[in-house]
């Protein structure tokens, strides 16, 4: 059983479209990240959200945590080519600090 | 800035072959992990450390063991490698302070066996 679903887990827009990939669960979490990987690297914090309905902007991403921390989304405005990646949402499991991540959700942002 | 150096790119291996791959981190944190990415199934976890000679199983641990002698290093070992083990395999390092601290991932290691 996934902790964690990421949706859609393929996203293929053009340049200048808006965007929102969601990632859900049905467990209460203390705090979730986001991640983004480009080809070839490791995946790379982009931002992590701890209070419920917290809403955090970096650039033209914007991250909102659940009223009930049990999902989040991520919204890009204008997407641009150097968007594309594949992004991850993770969780703390337990009580010894496991990190487990979703599927996933591939971007693909044409020009 | 943070650096977590896996020992090899890439690796290419024969069925039943013992494997080690290596991971070293050079900001002294007490918590490392390794990963397996295949398409479509994001990372899974396979092993936690979250501290020197401490390991967790994570949530696909068969097939697997780990080595944390030292702080700084956290050792992935396929004792048989099967095909069914190609794919990449990633470390993370990070602080103990806080289950919200970054994870700083190494390059990946893809692995390839015949």
């Known amino acids: 059983t996934q902790l964690l679903e990421q949706s859609p887990q393929f996203l293929s827009i053009q340049e200048g479209e808006n965007l929102t990939v969601y990632c859900n669960s049905s467990?209460?979490?203390?705090?979730l990240q986001w991640y983004r990987q480009e080809p070839g690297e490791g995946p790379v914090l982009l931002v992590t959200?701890?209070?419920?309905?917290e809403v955090k902007k970096l650039k033209r991403l914007t991250f909102q945590f659940g009223d009930a921390r049990k999902d989040s989304s991520l919204h890009i405005t204008a997407a641009q080519p150097g968007d594309t990646g594949l992004y991850l949402c993770?969780?703390?499991?337990?009580?010894?600090?496991?990190?487990?991540f979703g599927q996933g959700t591939t971007l693909q942002v044409k020009p | 800035d943070v650096k977590v150096t896996q020992s090899s790119r890439y690796l290419v291996k024969r069925t039943g072959e013992k494997v080690f791959l290596e991971c070293v981190q050079d900001m002294d944190h007490e918590n490392m992990f390794w990963y397996r990415q295949d398409p479509g199934l994001g990372l899974r976890l396979i092993y936690f450390?979250?501290?020197?000679?401490?390991?967790e199983k994570g949530d696909i641990p068969e097939g697997y063991s780990v080595s944390r002698e030292k702080k700084e290093r956290f050792s992935l070992i396929l004792e048989s490698a099967s095909t069914n083990q190609t794919s990449m395999y990633l470390c993370?390092?990070?602080?103990?302070?806080?289950?919200?601290?970054?994870?700083?991932f190494g390059e990946g290691s893809r692995l390839t066996v015949l």
């Open positions: 467990s209460v979490f203390s705090s």
């Open positions: 993370a390092s990070r602080t103990r302070q806080g289950w919200a601290g970054e994870l700083f």
């Open positions: 993770a969780v703390p499991s337990g009580n010894t600090g496991k990190l487990i």
């Open positions: 959200v701890v209070t419920g309905g």
């Open positions: 450390s979250y501290d020197v000679k401490m390991k």
